[in-house]
């Protein structure tokens, strides 16, 4: 069975620091995974996917994911954290080929000035 | 649409009522999915449609829970005799469905659904 661990409920960080938001996953076999980013009050929306193209992976508004099999792990990072980052972070896995994306429990970024 | 259309936004029901959301997934997508997340829980998965198949209830909570999808769109989730911890944002999402797995979702903004 696969499934998703987010170290980390909340995340602070100062405005133009580095952003690390950490998840490890169980499957047993090669996994489809995801970031999502809910803003405040809206729905979530896709950041980046790994899906064994490429083990780095680039994102929307200056995110990255590095895909470590040996590790488990697929970390969100950005090297300059703005205000408008403030957000909830969602690492997802996909159950099998075609089955629904399970979830982490999220982190909460705060950005502050 | 454009994109995932969720009906209403905001619910406030008395506890024992029934209610129903619903979801007008974005026009072609195959897939669509029900999701409830609850402060500090996440996102549960509630149930999954695709095509024409059977849908996945595997994340149906208990028996009062249940949800239809006529025509291969619109779909509609039902919570019969509602409860307090029923209390959560319903979200709902579609996707195509393409061989690979690495397709992601579109999320609608949700119902929020409060039971008094």
């Known amino acids: 069975a696969q499934s998703v661990t987010q170290l980390g409920s909340h995340v602070s960080v100062s405005e133009g620091a580095l952003v690390l938001l950490r998840c490890n996953y169980s499957?047993?076999?090669?996994?489809?995974l995801f970031w999502y980013v809910q803003y405040p009050n809206q729905g979530l929306q896709l950041l980046l996917k790994?899906?064994?193209?490429?083990?780095l992976v680039k994102g929307i508004n200056g995110f990255e994911a590095e895909f470590k099999k040996s590790e488990t792990s697929f970390h969100l990072t950005k090297p300059s954290a703005h205000m408008s980052d403030a957000a909830e972070y969602f690492c997802?896995?996909?159950?099998?080929?075609?089955?629904?994306?399970?979830f982490g429990k999220g982190t909460k970024l705060s950005v502050k000035p | 649409g454009a994109g995932v259309s969720q009906s209403p936004s905001n619910k406030v029901t008395e506890k024992g009522k029934d209610v129903e959301l619903r979801c007008d997934p974005i026009?072609?997508?195959?897939?669509l999915y029900w999701y409830r997340q609850s402060l500090g829980q996440g996102l549960e998965f509630l149930i999954y449609?695709?095509?024409?198949?059977?849908?996945?209830k595997s994340g149906l909570p208990s028996d009062r829970f249940s949800a239809e999808r006529t025509g291969g769109s619109v779909s509609t989730l039902t919570i019969q005799r509602t409860q307090q911890e029923d209390s959560a944002v319903y979200l709902c999402?579609?996707?195509?469905?393409?061989?690979?797995?690495?397709?992601?979702?579109?999320f609608g903004s949700g119902t929020r659904l409060t039971v008094v």
């Open positions: 790994y899906t064994s193209a490429a083990t």
């Open positions: 449609f695709q095509g024409n198949s059977a849908p996945d």
């Open positions: 999402a579609s996707s195509l469905a393409r061989p690979g797995g690495g397709y992601g979702y579109t």
């Open positions: 499957s047993s076999v090669p996994p489809y």
């Open positions: 997802a896995v996909r159950r099998g080929s075609q089955g629904n994306l399970i």
């Open positions: 026009s072609g997508h195959t897939a």
